[in-house]
């Protein structure tokens, strides 16, 4: 089965969708994202979606999906590099992904999740949370 | 048409040309101004030719053929001319009518004797110049249509341009209403940009918007979300007084996006954003 793969970068894990999602690859992307999350005590992810063109608004709710779970399971998701186009048909739809964190490409990105993080970015065992 | 009549007019044809121009400018719609004497004269005896082709030809009643479509060609022709020039609707049909009258005062002061020749011929020309002036018609709307939409495309243009007031920084002064399609166009152009210049601030100023109501106000926060979903933060400034109390008092929800009154505290507000301070030097 189609799978996409997920990077763990430092203290961050990376996704780079790379094709057009069909529904089972993003639910399979969702379910492994997660999982993942949980083992590798990850506080940050990070999803490249600038090869992505086209959306629904399935595409939509997994992806603010994903950051819903990932803040539960306390780790901040930031979306990355979506085009132009990509970002009217959402708006058009209704879907501002009011929870995701977004940056104009993976550079900026990374920056922005360890400015959220701080120092302590990914190191499991903190006694206390200074994130925020 | 009778042989006679054609050989007549063909024989006459400078002199239906002179009676046409003056009754032209009888009518006063020459409008030298606007095109010159000559030009008039050529284009007036080009249409006459092609109408007397038309009547001499074999198959005047066929209106396929192609002497009716060359004469369609140059009428269309002189209609879209005339529209371009600014030349009154009721001036072009004018144009066209008149040379109906002219041809029928010369078959008028010819053939008075034979009522029965005179009628026939009538009726044909009627016809012909009737069918005519429906192309002027046409021809004169569409040829002002086509000025209207350079027109509003160029509008459209010109009215979204998209400027990098700092690294990192873009602004898109609004400028008149925003409608549907406006802001279809302003979104597109704002993100591209966005892309391009890797601008993480975008500032939408819309001091040049002369009313806000619910439904600009809805395109705004697409603007806005739109922006913000391509990891762009988007301060909207040029606020005026009144706009902020409609917008109160429509009941719309803008706290979630910042606010500005200015361009001027936009842009600070996007320095400190950026960590960037503005000083000022000290002259040596």
Known sequence: ?132 | MQSEVTKFLEKNKQSILTQWMTNLAEDHILREELMSNEKSRQQSEELLLAVLKVIASDNFKNTESQEHESVSDIISEVSIYRARQGFTPRETATYVLSLKQTLAEVLDKKFAGDARLLYESARELNQLLDSLSITTFETFIKGREEVIMRQTDEISEISTPVIQVWEGVVALPIIGTLDSMRTQTVMESLLQEIVATGSSIAILDISGVPAVDSLVAQHLIKTVSATRLMGAECIISGIRPEIAQTIVHLGIDLSNIKTKTTLASALKLAFQMLNLEVRKGERK
Not at chain 1, 18 to 41: G, K
């Open chain 1, 1 to 132: 089965m189609d799978r996409i793969p997920i990077l763990k970068m430092g203290s961050f894990l990376l996704v780079t969708i790379q094709v057009d999602l069909y529904d089972r690859l993003a639910l399979n992307l969702e379910t492994d994202l997660i999982r993942m999350v949980s083992e590798t005590n990850t506080r940050g992810v990070l999803i490249d979606i600038s090869a992505v063109g086209l959306v629904d608004s399935f595409m939509g709710r997994i992806l603010n999906n994903i950051a819903t779970i990932s803040r539960i399971v306390d780790a901040q998701t930031v979306v990355v590099g979506m085009q132009p186009a990509v970002a009217i048909t959402l708006v058009e739809l209704g879907l501002t992904l009011a929870g995701v964190h977004t940056a104009l490409n993976v550079e900026k990105g990374m920056e922005l999740l360890h400015k959220r993080l701080g120092s302590d970015a990914g190191g499991g065992g903190q006694l206390y949370d200074n994130s925020e």
